[in-house]
């Protein structure tokens, strides 16, 4: 267990899975607010003005990646996580807890370092009487500067299937004419700029990966995608993603479930950071990438 200091905050846990560390926050969240390699620039997005806080009822987004509560709702989604959580470690497992929010709910995130790769358990707790149906929501913010980049569904010709292929779901302010996005035949990319305001669009994807392309690196999120989409929120989203001028979020979904008293709902992915890479810019060279890339780095085993 090696606890150290990080952005304002005296005590961060610090998990090092081969040639990448997470630093996760103790005083406030739990948020893991650092992942990169080590030596390397940080990942994920840091807000200076939040860094370092703690107490209040203010929510704060930190940066980082964090556990939410689907569907979003005001102000069981944004409850303030900024006070102190409960740190142990069980068979390779470094565990927080938050303490109990007051719809009698608790959040945790699970970590395991497993050689080059990160495993992740995020777990919601029902302490209530009644069952709750929700979704662990896992978002993961990068920093500035990047590209997210995800799958489409496996093309087949209209002459062999006639049945829509998955539901691709658009916010109010989506703009689909918008020069961030990339619509390949094979990938979908959004792009993150400093001069744009927020942008956002969920999908179903069954092949269970998304990625972040920033500062000569890629960061590869696989995450499950067994279930039917009719068993999400949001129109059956299991990712979805939002950028806008600061930073640009990869954000996963499990299905909505029905927690009994003392119950929990589950969601995990695996997390894999890959050096000094340069994905092509045509698009089947880089679905042949991608397919090569992530043939060796599996969501669990």
Same mark, same amino acid.
């Given at each position: 267990?090696?606890i &150290?200091?990080?952005g304002?905050?005296?005590?961060?846990?610090?998990? #090092?899975?081969?040639?990448?560390?997470a =630093? @996760?926050? !103790?005083?406030?969240g739990?948020r893991?607010?650092?992942?990169? =390699?080590i030596?390397?620039?940080?990942?994920?997005?840091?807000?200076?003005?939040?860094?370092g806080?703690?107490?209040g009822?203010?929510?704060?987004s930190?940066?980082?990646?964090?556990?939410?509560?689907?569907?979003?709702e005001?102000?069981k989604t944004?409850?303030?996580?900024?006070?102190? @959580?409960?740190?142990?470690?069980?068979?390779g497992?470094?565990i927080?807890t938050?303490?109990?929010e007051?719809w009698? &709910?608790?959040?945790e995130i699970? %970590?395991?370092?497993?050689?080059?790769?990160?495993l992740?358990?995020?777990?919601i707790y029902n302490?209530?009487v009644?069952?709750?149906t929700? +979704?662990?929501w896992?978002?993961t913010?990068?920093?500035?500067?990047?590209?997210?980049?995800f799958?489409?569904?496996?093309?087949i010709?209209?002459?062999?299937?006639v $049945?829509?292929?998955?539901?691709?779901?658009l916010w109010?302010?989506?703009?689909?004419?918008?020069?961030?996005w990339?619509w390949?035949?094979a =990938?979908?990319?959004?792009?993150q700029?400093a001069?744009?305001?927020?942008q956002?669009?969920?999908?179903?994807?069954? #092949?269970?990966?998304?990625a *972040?392309?920033?500062?000569?690196n @890629?960061f590869i999120?696989?995450f499950?995608?067994?279930?039917?989409?009719t068993?999400?929120?949001?129109?059956?989203?299991?990712?979805?993603?939002f950028?806008r001028?600061?930073? $640009?979020? @990869?954000e996963? !979904?499990?299905?909505l479930q +029905?927690?009994? *008293?003392q119950g929990?709902a589950?969601?995990?992915?695996?997390?894999?950071?890959?050096?000094?890479v340069?994905?092509? #810019?045509e698009d089947?060279?880089?679905?042949?990438?991608?397919?090569? =890339? !992530?043939?060796?780095?599996? !969501? %669990?085993?």
């Open positions: 267990m090696e &150290v200091s990080y304002g905050w005296e005590r961060c846990a610090r998990i #090092q899975a081969g040639s990448t560390e =630093l @996760v926050t !103790l005083e406030v739990p893991i607010i650092r992942y990169g =390699l030596g390397g620039p940080n990942e994920l997005v840091e807000f200076p003005t939040e860094m806080k703690t107490g009822d203010e929510y704060r930190y940066g980082g990646h964090r556990l939410w509560i689907s569907p979003e005001d102000p944004f409850h303030a996580d900024n006070h102190p @959580v409960d740190y142990r470690i069980e068979e497992w470094h927080f938050a303490p109990l007051k009698l &709910v608790q959040k699970r %970590v395991k370092p497993d050689g080059d790769r990160l992740i358990e995020h777990r302490h209530g009644y069952d709750a929700l +979704a662990p896992s978002l913010v990068m920093a500035a500067g990047g590209t997210c980049i799958p489409q569904p496996a093309h010709p209209h002459t062999e299937k $049945l829509p292929a998955r539901p691709l779901v109010n302010y989506t703009d689909m004419s918008d020069p961030r990339i390949g035949k =990938l979908i990319r959004l792009e700029h001069d744009k305001g927020p956002k669009i969920g999908a179903f994807v069954d #092949q269970g990966w998304a *972040y392309a920033n500062h000569g @890629v999120k696989r499950d995608a067994s279930s039917e989409p068993a999400y929120a949001d129109y059956g989203c299991n990712f979805e993603t950028t001028q600061d930073m $640009l979020e @990869v996963t !979904l499990s299905p +029905a927690i009994p *008293y929990f589950s969601h995990w992915e695996s997390w894999y950071l890959i050096p000094d340069d994905i092509p #810019q089947a060279l880089a679905e042949k990438w991608f397919e090569q =890339l !992530l043939s060796s780095r599996p !969501l %669990v085993k």
